[in-house]
């Protein structure tokens, strides 16, 4: 065998272990799962008319609280059982990823582009627009979500375009304050005085070249503000003041299985699940994205 | 080896596990420290000083292991100590000063609390014996108003005001061996001499044996009675220091040796070493400095020198002198 | 020094209160329901000189900035005015008698996810990858991703319906609500000596308080595990140990200290988030507290409750970022004021 005498000392790069590498490769293996069931997802709610066997709203007297099918009592017909008005389970929850995810990323884009926007302001101009927007980051903050997103529902009555604005009310600021931070530290950066110094214009820099930096921990920023969101719609609707009853939501469907929970268990129980399993996988996916893009951030 | 020895190191091996395979930071040393001797350990970076300094005192952590060798202290083998043991030997029979020390005092702890814990722990004193004491040794150190300066946090003082802490915590306890791991490299040159006299006084004072562990061949010549040169993990040569580097028999200390400049002699050249370090975790089958060695021989690549003992109480690890030896030592090679 | 920190934070949380009120005022009088008519739905056919009269009684017929500087006037000296759907008592009343409920909940929770996450928290940290440290940390992923609404229904179900170990609503069982010293009825009960009180109300607060700390404790738990892996590395860490200090010194008084410096203002964070989760799990579990006061006093558009409970809830969170700060600079001596 032939030795490379030439090769770098390796003491002191004990970082380089056989654990480390391998935490590595865990981490991807699972953010690749969570992935999968992203996707998963994506493709139940773009097919679910297709997917589903029945009318998610459809009433059956006849077939009330039918247990799901591995139950005593249960039926094919109805794998995951019925509830209190006989909608089938299944295709209410296959529903029901639509709203949660159409929602999820309508509002993580508009805090996206609003907080981002804000961020590369504040962080390049500085002075008193960021102090301005710094204190109305300190009172946004301090005031509780579910009041305001309460107090907004019962003005204006059930809307979803108020329930939009309810859930993006705070979301910005992380996107803000990552942006934010990131351009106070390029603005110092050599590459950007490179770039004035060629005679580069201000739109110029903060687009071109500050904005591309930017990017990876906006991405990661995203994937876990939408679990976030998620949550926080299915909370509202839980409450009664989020989504519009006649739409087919998890939160909604949890909230209508309260009353059963001695009995028909099913009701309030699997929509939570379905929930909880997105959730999971979108935070998942996002730690695995925070490892790739912007290991400083892991933890 | 001979009666007085405070330490005796024998066939010491310490690995490191990594994705590529074991990394052999510590391959067979093996050494031996009288009372009252200051020994250094010396080497380039890399060279496994330091492994070893842990090595000895059982302070080396995950995926770093001991996997072989006796350290012999006071006749006791350290390595077949309990924790539990170890634990009180360190500080209170054995102390190390390490080469940075704002990193190594904790920030969140005043300097008070930093050095009566060792007081405590080791049952020395505690409260107000405990305070008063650390005031002594502050003092002892030369930092000046002690008592105010015990109430201080590490980020409020100077880099040498630091190292002197540190010292004065590994001496608290009154151990019998220090070591000191490039306790001067982190400072700037009279910094370097005031905490090198330091060390020297309270090493006279107290009764200490200290192993030394340097890159600095000045400070080797200055203040240590005896040295080991550590290449790639293995001891090459030990001796007396005036032996060492008034005459180095190892080529690579030769090359060491060869690379002070001479002040006031511009016109002696600097040799460089050529060539880098090898690859520890697929060392070379022969002597590992042959590669780098311009005398080295096809029996050098092939195998391994065994150490030679000389006169005068020198080792050399190296073919060029098997003519010269007493006998063979009898070490294995790991 | 101590004085001039904490005044001039105390003094940058003024302006925050102010914008949380103004908001608030805003945003109710935004809302088309007009209080009168709430109050008087029951009442049949009223007159108009009756509705122009409640309307003057409660301020209502004057301008905006009339009826907000009014409130905050008022609200200064802890009048908060009178309650539209409690039949005109003084809000301060009433919120002085839901607090302590609230409170109890909120501060069982906040010990119980600190007591569950900070042991995890160190232990995992000791061996990275290994076997604790992995349940911990896919333990705490699924602690951030339940929905609070959820995990309580489950739980009541679990723990309530079929096993019957815990209740799962109220704050006590019927009739033995302790003697009322601190409105705390597990301390009370604690104070007066009455075990089977004390045990009741800590059995109420079990479910609800282990809902509201799950993600707290798996946030908190993340980040002093991240906290304490960097800081084990650290020099001084190991000359800890060079000194002969035993390993549990080494970890829980060097390593800890610095490992909680971080983690301070994630605790802080969280236990803001506590302060919103309390509506949900209060609304979940028929808890009698403020989290479910407010949410009826919208609906009802209760202006004046509804303000006070937004100002107690800003205040609270305000004051509690003060806590973490000052205590920041207690652990770090290096960003204390010179």
Redo the contacts between chains.
């Keep these: 065998m032939t030795q490379t005498l030439l090769d770098d000392q390796l003491i002191g790069t004990t970082a380089a272990t056989a654990?480390g590498l391998?935490?590595l490769l865990a981490r991807n293996r699972a953010a690749l799962v969570a992935a999968a069931v992203i996707a998963a997802f994506l493709l139940m709610a773009a097919v679910a008319p297709m997917l589903a066997s029945h009318d998610p709203n459809q009433q059956r007297s006849e077939s009330i609280r039918v247990p799901p099918v591995w139950q005593a009592g249960g039926s094919p017909r109805f794998p995951l059982g019925t509830d209190a008005l006989g909608r089938d389970l299944l295709s209410r929850i296959v529903y029901g990823a639509r709203v949660s995810i159409t929602l999820g990323v309508i509002v993580v884009l508009l805090t996206m582009i609003v907080g981002t926007g804000l961020g590369l302001l504040a962080g390049y101009f500085g002075g008193w627009f960021d102090a301005f927007v710094s204190?109305?980051v300190?009172?946004l903050?301090?005031?509780?979500?579910?009041?305001?997103a309460?107090?907004?529902m019962?003005?204006t009555g059930p809307s979803l375009t108020a329930l939009v604005l309810a859930l993006a009310f705070k979301g910005w600021v992380d996107f803000y304050r990552v942006v934010r931070g990131d351009v106070l530290a390029a603005r110092g950066a050599a590459y950007v005085t490179a770039a004035r110094g060629l005679g580069a214009s201000t739109a110029h820099i903060i687009f071109r070249e500050i904005l591309p930096n930017v990017v990876p921990p906006i991405i990661v920023v995203a994937t876990l503000r939408m679990?976030t969101i998620i949550?926080a719609e299915?909370?509202l609707s839980?409450?009664g003041i989020g989504v519009p009853p006649s739409i087919p939501a998890w939160?909604t469907m949890?909230?209508d299985?309260?009353a059963d929970?001695?009995t028909a268990?099913w009701i309030?129980?699997l929509p939570?699940?379905a929930?909880?399993l997105l959730?999971?996988s979108v935070?998942?996916f996002g730690?695995g994205l925070r490892d790739a893009l912007d290991p400083r951030m892991?933890? | 080896m001979t009666e007085g020895s405070l330490l005796k190191v024998s066939g010491l091996r310490t690995e490191f596990a990594t994705y590529r395979g074991a990394l052999v930071a510590v391959d067979g040393v093996s050494l031996a420290l009288r009372r009252g001797e200051t020994l250094a350990l010396v080497g380039e970076s890399g060279c496994g000083k330091s492994v070893t300094a842990l090595s000895v005192?059982r302070?080396v952590?995950r995926p770093g292991r001991i996997t072989a060798g006796k350290v012999m202290f006071e006749g006791q083998d350290l390595l077949r100590r309990t924790?539990r043991e170890m634990?009180?030997?360190?500080?209170?029979r054995i102390?190390?000063v390490?080469q940075?020390p704002l990193?190594?005092?904790?920030?969140?702890?005043t300097l008070e609390t930093q050095i009566s814990?060792?007081l405590r722990?080791?049952r020395v004193a505690r409260g107000r014996e405990a305070r008063e004491r650390s005031v002594e040794l502050l003092a002892a150190m030369g930092i000046p108003s002690p008592s105010e300066r015990l109430h201080s946090?590490p980020?409020e003082l100077s880099g040498g005001m630091r190292q002197r802490v540190?010292i004065a915590?590994a001496v608290s306890?009154s151990p019998d061996l220090l070591i000191a791991d490039e306790p001067t490299t982190a400072l700037d040159v009279t910094l370097q001499v005031q905490i090198m006299d330091l060390l020297a006084e309270i090493k006279r004072t107290r009764g200490l044996s200290i192993i030394l562990i340097t890159h600095d061949l000045g400070i080797v010549s200055q203040f240590s009675d005896r040295a080991a040169v550590m290449y790639a993990g293995r001891i090459v040569e030990q001796a007396s220091v005036s032996e060492l580097l008034g005459r180095p028999l190892h080529p690579y200390t030769e090359g060491l040796v060869g690379c002070i400049p001479r002040l006031g002699r511009p016109d002696v050249p600097i040799t460089p070493i050529e060539g880098t370090v090898p690859d520890l975790v697929r060392p070379p089958v022969g002597c590992r400095f042959a590669p780098r060695c311009p005398r080295a021989t096809d029996r050098c690549v092939a195998s391994e020198p065994p150490d030679y003992r000389l006169e005068s109480d020198r080792i050399v690890r190296c073919y060029l002198h098997e003519k010269s030896s007493l006998a063979s030592s009898g070490e294995e090679t790991g | 020094m101590w004085s001039r920190f904490i005044s001039r934070r105390v003094l940058q949380l003024i302006?925050?209160?102010l914008?949380?009120s103004f908001?608030?005022f805003l945003?109710?009088h935004?809302?088309?329901?007009d209080p009168v008519e709430h109050m008087l739905g029951q009442a049949g056919r009223v007159s108009q000189q009756q509705v122009d009269e409640l309307r003057s009684y409660y301020g209502l017929d004057r301008s905006f900035a009339v009826q907000y500087w009014v409130f905050l006037s008022h609200a200064a000296s802890g009048d908060f005015g009178i309650s539209y759907s409690h039949q005109g008592r003084p809000v301060a009343s009433i919120i002085r008698e839901r607090s302590p409920a609230t409170i109890e909940l909120t501060l069982f929770a906040f010990l119980l996810a600190l007591v569950l996450a900070i042991p995890a928290g160190v232990i995992a940290s000791l061996r990275?990858?290994g076997a604790f440290d992995r349940i911990a940390t896919v333990s705490a992923?699924?602690g951030?991703?339940?929905?609070?609404?959820?995990l309580g229904?489950?739980l009541?179900?679990l723990f309530g319906?079929r096993l019957h170990w815990l209740p799962i609503s109220g704050r006590i069982a019927l009739g033995m609500a302790p003697e009322t010293i601190t409105g705390l009825a597990a301390v009370d009960a604690l104070l007066t000596g009455n075990a089977p009180a004390f045990w009741s109300a800590l059995r109420h607060l079990t479910l609800p308080g282990l809902v509201l700390a799950a993600p707290m404790a798996a946030m908190v738990m993340?980040?002093l595990?991240?906290s304490m892996i960097g800081v084990l590395e650290?020099?001084?860490v190991?000359?800890?140990?060079?000194?002969?200090?035993?390993?549990t010194?080494v970890v829980g008084k060097?390593a800890l200290?610095?490992a909680l410096?971080p983690t301070i203002n994630i605790v802080a964070l969280q236990t803001?988030l506590l302060?919103?989760g309390n509506?949900?799990i209060e609304?979940v579990f028929r808890y009698p507290g403020l989290g479910k006061l407010?949410?009826d006093a919208?609906?009802a558009?209760d202006y004046p409750l509804?303000q006070a409970?937004?100002l107690i809830?800003?205040g609270s969170?305000?004051l509690l970022n003060l806590g973490a700060d000052i205590l920041h600079a207690v652990?770090?001596?290096?960003v204390r004021p010179t």
Excluded at chain 3, 30 to 33: D, Q, R
Excluded at chain 3, 238 to 247: D, I, M, S, T, Y
């Design positions: 654990p391998l935490r204190r109305i300190d009172v903050l301090a005031f509780p979500f579910l009041i305001f309460l107090a907004i019962a003005a679990a949550i299915a909370s839980f409450l939160g949890v909230s299985g309260r929970i001695a268990w309030a129980t939570g699940l929930i909880l959730v999971l935070n998942l730690e892991s933890l | 005192m302070l952590r924790r634990q009180r030997l360190r500080g209170s102390a190390m390490f940075d990193s190594t005092l904790n920030p969140a702890f814990e060792s722990v080791h946090y980020h540190m915590i306890c | 302006p925050v209160l914008g949380v908001i608030v945003t109710m935004l809302t088309p329901g990275p990858q992923l699924i951030i991703s339940l929905p609070g609404f959820w229904i489950v009541m179900i319906l993340r980040m595990r991240s650290q020099d001084y190991q000359f800890a140990r060079a000194k002969g200090l035993p390993e010194m060097h200290r610095n410096i803001g302060l919103s509506m949900i609304t407010a949410v919208i609906g558009a509804v409970v937004v809830y800003a969170y305000v652990l770090d001596p290096t």
